[in-house]
């Protein structure tokens, strides 16, 4: 996956938090796959949750992280890390 955005903006009366629908993302890559499209559109892969308080934003935002491969930042994670400084920068 390239990206992974959430947007959070204010309601009247709480939340509405917008994140990609990474089931619909998988569904419209496999079709682009299968018919041989270069890439699909990803854009309106997103779902959209309402929220009345910063806690329950914070679980739906928390439950969409814990949704991603851990691969991917596993391998991030071991080529940020290379180097003599360890990957960490200090600014």
Avoid: Q
Avoid at 7 to 30: H, M, Q, S, W, Y
Avoid at 34 to 52: H, N
Wanted: net charge negative; glycine share 6%; hydrophobic share 35%.
């Amino acid at each position: 996956m390239d990206n992974f955005w959430v947007r959070i903006e204010t309601a009247d009366n709480g939340f509405v938090v917008e994140l990609p629908d990474l089931a619909e993302r998988k569904k419209k890559e496999d079709e682009a796959k299968k018919s041989k499209l270069s890439a699909p559109y990803l854009g309106d892969c997103t779902e959209k949750r309402v929220a009345k308080t910063v806690d329950e934003v914070t679980k739906i935002v928390t439950a969409a992280l814990k949704s991603l491969p851990d691969i991917e930042y596993d391998e991030a994670f071991k080529e940020a890390s290379k180097g003599k400084d360890g990957g960490l920068r200090s600014y």
